[in-house]
């Protein structure tokens, strides 16, 4: 028996064009229990990135491929295939890499390798919607001879900045700062600059502050104002408006505000034409707001959401659902006078006509550093088998 565990060094949450690394360690362990510890011996091990894509058949027509048929092969075949067992299509791969070949551990004995591989820039960021599925996967394949390949899976998740990609390192590193003491590896060094490009980057956009004003009204007239100073976040950050309704002229009752994305296929892979959106919410405030001159409301993004980006297949965009419930009466005849004792009662009507309206304000949501998504990602940095 030996066990195989495989370790994310920084968190299972990366940015496309970083350096994933992996250490996995093979160990043949030493049981009290066991009378006749013998040495333990593997063919070989290898590993591969991949990403892979899964479509709903109800709301995404795709064209037919062949690229499912390697799932079918027998688990005895020496042919290292990652994906193999897994639904949908493999859309986007790194090459393989061979950790080792005859392998040999004596009881008690243990092996560390480490796997280092750049993220595409490229590829599609993790998702996981209504209508499709983008999943990245480090796969671990290592085979005893004459035995089944085994595979261990290592999920992690994949944020896309735009405008990484363009970005151009200086060739001449003489003018950067450096410490002489520690040596550090080209690869990781060029990392380490883009997670710093990234955070700035990001702060830049998502820093910029002007005042936005909207009005609120009806077919009957005004009924208040909105207040936003940004439309541009980051995953994490909160979403906070202001209203203004002391310069209504129609009574507000009730408004609500949600923070939703809308999932929607391309025209061309549409299962049928005018195929409606999808709708997700991932924070509500809702208020009762009869004879309030102002008021406010802060919604949260998750850190596990999905920043807004398009594919070939898919698009994602966020926005702000605004639902208002007014009077169709004056705000004066929305109480009526009780008792007529010395003190005066004043309760709602048991009735009253409503008008109720929607509007929707389009926002902008960019990844944020991918060690804060770490912190609340569903993935484990580590994962193990016994073959």
């Known amino acids: 028996m030996i066990e195989v565990l495989a370790k994310l060094g920084r968190g299972p949450v ?19 229990s066991s009378t006749s510890a013998s040495s333990e011996m593997l063919a070989w091990a290898s590993a591969q990135i991949h990403c892979q894509f899964h479509a709903s058949e109800n709301r995404v027509a795709l064209p037919p491929s062949d690229g499912s048929k390697h799932d079918v092969q027998a688990e005895n075949e020496t042919v290292f295939i990652p994906n193999r ?117 990001l702060m830049v956009a998502t820093s910029r502050r002007s005042l936005h004003l909207y009005n609120i009204s009806n077919t009957r007239g005004k009924v208040g104002t909105f207040c936003i100073f940004k439309t541009v976040y980051k995953i994490g950050e909160d979403v906070i408006g202001t209203f203004n309704f002391s310069e209504g002229d129609i009574p507000c009752l009730q408004f609500s505000v949600s923070l939703q994305t809308e999932e929607s ?10 195929q409606p959106v999808s709708f ?10 009869l004879h309030t001159a102002q008021s406010s409301f802060s919604l949260p993004i998750p850190l596990s ?35 007529q004792s010395e003190a ?18 389009p926002i902008k949501v960019l990844p944020t550093n991918p060690i804060l998504a770490s912190y609340v990602s569903q993935f484990s940095s580590t994962n193990s088998i016994t073959i």
């Open 280 to 289: 997700s919410t991932h924070a509500r405030h809702q208020e009762a707001c």
């Open 85 to 201: 067992g897994e639904r949908g299509q493999c859309i986007l791969s790194t090459p393989p890499k061979i950790l080792f070949c005859d392998l040999r551990l004596d009881p008690g004995e243990s092996k560390s390798y480490s796997y280092c591989e750049m993220l595409p820039i490229d590829g599609p960021p993790s998702f996981r919607g209504q209508s499709v599925k983008y999943v990245y996967k480090l796969t671990i394949g290592c085979q005893r001879v004459n035995s089944p390949i085994k595979l261990l899976r290592v999920p992690f998740r994949v944020l896309v900045l735009h405008g990484l990609k363009d970005y151009q390192f200086p060739q001449d590193e003489a003018v950067a700062p450096s410490n002489p003491f520690l040596e550090e590896e080209e690869g990781l060094k060029k990392d380490s600059r883009l997670a710093d490009l990234a955070t700035e980057l």
């Open 305 to 339: 959401s999905t920043p807004g980006f398009t594919t070939n297949i898919v698009s994602l965009k966020w926005r702000l659902h605004f639902e208002f419930v007014t009077s169709g009466e004056s705000a004066g005849t929305c109480l009526v006078r009780g008792s």
């Open 14 to 32: 990366f940015l496309a064009g970083e350096v994933l690394e992996c250490v996995i360690t093979f160990t043949n362990p030493l049981s009290a």
């Open 344 to 361: 005066i009662t004043w309760t709602g009507v048991e009735q009253m006509e409503v008008d109720t309206f929607s509007w929707d304000l």
């Open 265 to 274: 296929i391309q025209e061309e892979f549409q299962r049928r034409r005018g």
